[in-house]
């Protein structure tokens, strides 16, 4: 069975700083690999999608990479904003295309 | 990408009760939905797979007489909880499969449920 693991579990930083947070998994055999933003009570966001055939998305601020033969994966941020704090969550499909969520990283960005 | 609604987004209920919660594909046809369950401090746990107009596929662990999933339509998936207890209060969030080539899900906002 998939697991998944997030490190840091949690992170505070001043604002403005760069970041990265860390996924890893345990079966490389993944069709893709999936970073969540979760605010505290909400449901979850898809902030960047990476095929099992690419080793990096980008969408503004964001940059994730994948590396599928060690199974980790990380996404990092730029010129990080208050904003940002929220829980971010990496997932992984399987076969029948049910995520495995990782732990989480909680993230607090300080004005 | 698909736009995922789901009601109530809050419920309280009394012990012993059942609740209902919708998850609804507003502008995707969805052979496929997927309910995860979600405790404080915790990540999201899959729950079960919802496949329209069969049984869905219950996870380990997770009682199916408990958790009731009917997945009548292309656009709608409830699921029941049935006599409701104070450990069962949770987030419960739902997510469609979406069609494509990438097969990414779309996530419903999520619906708190507290049992008293």
């Known amino acids: 069975k998939q697991e998944v693991t997030q490190i840091p579990a949690a992170l505070s930083v001043p604002e403005g700083e760069n970041l990265v947070l860390n996924c890893s998994f345990t079966?490389?055999?993944?069709?893709?690999l999936q970073w969540f933003r979760q605010d505290p009570g909400k449901g979850l966001t898809s902030l960047l999608l990476?095929?099992?055939?690419?080793r990096e998305q980008t969408s503004g601020r964001l940059n994730a990479s994948l590396d599928k033969s060690s199974g980790r994966s990380t996404l990092y941020i730029a010129a990080s904003q208050p904003g940002d704090s929220a829980t971010y969550l990496c997932?992984?499909?399987?076969?029948?295309?049910?995520?495995?969520f990782g732990t989480g990283t909680s993230l607090t960005v300080i004005p | 990408g698909a736009v995922v609604s789901q009601h109530p987004s809050r419920v309280i209920c009394k012990s012993g009760t059942s609740v209902k919660i919708e998850c609804r594909s507003l502008?995707?046809?969805?052979?496929?939905m997927f309910w995860y369950r979600q405790f404080p401090k915790q990540s999201l746990m899959l729950m079960a797979t919802?496949?329209?107009?069969?049984?869905?596929?219950?996870e380990q662990g997770v009682e199916k007489d408990k958790f009731l999933i009917n997945h009548a339509s292309l656009t709608l998936s409830t699921l029941t909880v049935t006599s409701a207890h104070p450990e069962d209060s949770s987030f419960y969030i739902c997510?469609?499969?979406?069609?494509?080539?990438?097969?990414?899900?779309?996530f419903g906002p999520g619906t708190r449920l507290l049992v008293l």
């Open positions: 997510s469609v499969l979406g069609g494509g080539a990438q097969e990414t899900q779309y």
């Open positions: 079966d490389s055999a993944i069709y893709n």
């Open positions: 990476i095929q099992s055939s690419q």
């Open positions: 997932a992984v499909p399987n076969t029948g295309n049910q995520f495995y």
């Open positions: 502008d995707f046809q969805a052979t496929t």
């Open positions: 919802s496949n329209e107009g069969s049984k869905a596929t219950y």
